[in-house]
């Protein structure tokens, strides 16, 4: 099978462009990744080419030796990826170290994986094991309202989940676990890496104060609903913030005790504390 007919790259390429609808790829901004399967690789074998150069990750992820993955480009832009994927985009194998990755497939004019390859990589490593091996997809964005939240809010854990929680009935369903901040960092390295999948190993959302949102999840759907819900989330906040005057009534935490007896989902304590 053609690499572009297969359905996981179909998939890839209607998130990007869902992405960059929304508003949150200015220029080279965001990236996402998809961890294949080993049954879609057997079906696009015949076009990976395996004589290109291994090239340092910059980090290790010995959890994920030998597995391949689809990624968006560094440099490239979310808005031209349905109109030329094979530019924008690259298959990735990782060598038996986790260290090292080569391309197999696209790039075609040059380039090389997203600068934020060690924290997808790593976050992958973290969700994989954290989920049975279900989570595949990582995905970063540059969310304008949720990046506004960060210069008014603490950047603190428990106040991001709950103020997000209150805004839309559906978050704490949706994000019950809920959501990490990690405070301004340089992107693209190790570092910024390390404390993004330190806070995945609880969450599947992560927001970098002043940049923008990671959020991982099992397929495309789940994932870009994920990053949708909690940047609508925010834009309710943001208006709500905007409106000037005190909130006159939320969703009380015995309210949302309530909600997760009756959709079955645990909101940890540490995000109901009185106010
Ligand atoms: O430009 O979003 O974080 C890609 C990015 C870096
Ligand atoms: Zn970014």
Redesign the pocket.
Known sequence: MKVLDAKFVQGFIRMCNDGWLQGWHER????LSYRIKEEEIAEIKDELKEDADWQEIGTTVPKLAGEYFLVTGSGKYFRNVILDPEDSLSIIELDESGSKYRILWGMVNGGRP???LPSHLMNHEVKMIASGGKHRVIY?A?TTNTIALTFVLPLEDEVFTRELWEMATECPVVFPSGIGVVGWMV??GRDIAVATSELMKQYDVAIWAH??MFCSGEDFDLTFGLMHTVEKSAEILVKVLSMGSKKLQTITPDEFRALAKDFKVDLPEKFLYEK
């Open positions: 080279n901004g965001g990236n997203t600068s934020e970063h540059h992107p693209g940049h923008g």
